[in-house]
């Protein structure tokens, strides 16, 4: 019965959160397609239908950072549990995230413990940790080192993401998780760190961010591994 009625609140929280998103989606959805409906006027002077493209870009940009950032999260509900291969994980997601971060001058670098499986599903590994490193390379928008390391006990594999960059302060800290929370203004869902920590919950992972303005963020991930398919291998 119990178990039941914190369910259903659950579920009750994340339709809220889903008409949220939806709603930030939905707006400069419909912000774009009014402008298009202006563009279509065969009179409009040069300079409007360039001021009206460049609303639409944007306009369309705000609402694919929301899919960005939210996407595997709102997958059907049954989430898969598989064998994750840590390492060969991180380095897809590297791979991904080269482009920003050579856009920002940001350089990346690695130190990979030689094994590790954990339990969980893939697709939310990624997220999760795109979003986090993703947030460090933003932070760093004029160069730095992205830092990404893993070691690996018995019981845990511990992912540390380091950056050099603005870092934050105690009351950015305290509200880093927190629906719509962002300090990037246009730029920013403040729904990526959300996603993050849900996702870790339900990983049975822990997550620890440590951060200091002007020297960076540390966020370290531990993650129960995967005993007997070390024993196995
Ligand atoms: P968004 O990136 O869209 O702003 P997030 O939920 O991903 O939303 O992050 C929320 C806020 O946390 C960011 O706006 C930023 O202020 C802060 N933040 C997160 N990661 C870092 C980081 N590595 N360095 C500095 N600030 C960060
Ligand atoms: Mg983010």
Redesign the pocket.
């Known amino acids: 019965m119990r178990q039941q009625l914190i369910k259903s609140e659950k579920l009750k929280a994340v339709e809220q959160m889903g008409a949220a998103i939806s709603h930030e989606i939905r707006n400069p959805l419909t912000a774009a397609i009014g402008f298009v409906q202006l563009l279509e006027d065969d009179y409009l002077s040069r300079q409007k239908r360039k001021e009206y493209l460049s609303i639409v870009k944007e306009e369309l940009h705000s609402a694919e950072?929301v899919i960005q950032?939210y996407l595997t999260f709102v997958k059907p509900s049954i989430s898969l549990s598989e064998e994750i291969n840590v390492k060969s994980e991180l380095r897809q997601i590297i791979k991904l995230l080269q482009p920003l971060a050579n856009q920002n001058s940001v350089e990346i670098l690695t130190d990979f413990s030689i094994i590790g499986f954990i339990k969980g599903d893939p697709q939310n590994f990624h997220q999760c940790l795109i979003?986090?490193m993703?947030?460090?390379i933003?932070?760093m928008p004029r160069g730095g080192y992205l830092t990404i390391s893993t070691e690996y006990n018995q019981n845990y594999i511990t992912i540390t993401v380091k950056?050099s960059?603005?870092?934050?302060t105690r009351e950015?800290l305290e509200r880093?998780?927190e629906p719509f929370?962002?300090?990037?203004g246009k730029?920013?869902?403040?729904?990526?760190?959300?996603v993050v920590y849900s996702i870790v919950r339900a990983m049975d992972g822990m997550i620890d961010v440590e951060?200091e303005v002007g020297y960076?963020?540390i966020?370290q991930f531990e993650f129960p591994t995967i005993t007997s398919i070390l024993k196995v291998r």
């Not at 960059?165 to 934050?168: F, K, V």
């Open positions: 950072k950032d979003n986090v993703k947030n460090a933003e932070a950056d960059g603005i870092g934050m950015q880093l998780g929370y962002s300090t990037k730029n920013g869902t403040g729904l990526g760190m959300m951060s960076g963020t966020i």
